[in-house]
T-cell receptor, first 116, second 113 residues
Framework: AQKVTQAQTEISVVEKEDVTLDCVYE???????LFWYKQPPSGELVFLIR??????QNEISGRYSWNFQKSTSSFNFTITASQVVDSAVYFC?????????????FGTGTRLKVLA | NAGVTQTPKFQVLKTGQSMTLQCAQD?????MSWYRQDPGMGLRLIHY???????DQGEVPNGYNVSRSTTEDFPLRLLSAAPSQTSVYFC????????????FGSGTRLTVV
């Protein structure tokens, strides 16, 4: 069965520290997509990144970077030099093909608190 | 602005009342879905639709009904509200065979007292 595990419920760091959010997934699909979403205190869900199963290159976008490793079924997210504005709940998600369409499975989220 | 529009943003219901959460998108997306978000549970799929006239159940469908009479609209009906349905509800849409990701609405915070 498909599953996304975010074992870290809550992380607190001091501003400017680096922090890594873990995501482990399970799927029988050979082709799949992984996602990260950010949910700031305002509540909306903000798309951060999409990665397909054939592309294991790490990606960097400013202070954000993602490490995708199929061998360990992990898709971890690192924030470098964290800022207070990074405080949010972060969700990892996996898309699966079921009943002729794609559906998402979400992890339970990691709440990140960045302290000034 | 193009996107997914949810109304209302906040709602308080009494136990046993019924109501409809509205969701509309103007991107001509075939696929629409409803999720609920509860603390520690992530987002759980309630119902989804792959096109007008077609709906199906997700992970937690009990107590909810949906219909899809048009491509644009996908309302979620609570038949007889219960305190266990207190949650934040998100509507999302995408192209049916598009794995590139959802567009989410801004959410509806529902409290059932």
């Amino acid at each position: 069965a498909q599953k996304v595990t975010q074992a870290q419920t809550e992380i607190s760091v001091v501003e400017k520290e680096d922090v890594t959010l873990d995501c482990v997934y399970e799927t029988r699909d050979t082709t799949y997509y992984l996602f990260w979403y950010k949910q700031p205190p305002s509540g909306e869900l903000v798309f951060l990144i999409r990665r397909n199963s054939f592309d294991e290159q790490n990606e960097i976008s400013g202070r954000y970077s993602w490490n995708f490793q199929k061998s360990t079924s992990s898709f971890n997210f690192t924030i470098t030099a964290s800022q207070v504005v990074d405080s949010a709940v972060y969700f990892c998600a996996l898309s699966e093909f079921t009943s002729g369409t794609y559906k998402y499975i979400f992890g339970t989220g990691t709440r990140l608190k960045v302290l000034a | 602005n193009a996107g997914v529009t949810q109304t209302p943003k906040f709602q308080v219901l009494k136990t046993g009342q019924s109501m409809t959460l509205q969701c509309a998108q103007d991107m001509n997306h075939e696929y629409m879905s409803w999720y609920r978000q509860d603390p520690g549970m992530g987002l759980r799929l309630i119902h989804y639709s792959v096109g007008a006239g077609i709906t199906d159940q997700g992970e937690v469908p009990n107590g909810y009904n949906v219909s899809r009479s048009t491509t644009e609209d996908f309302p979620l009906r609570l038949l007889s509200a219960a305190p266990s349905q207190t949650s934040v509800y998100f509507c999302a849409s995408s192209r049916t065979r598009d794995r590139r990701g959802y567009t989410f609405g801004s959410g509806t915070r529902l409290t059932v007292v």
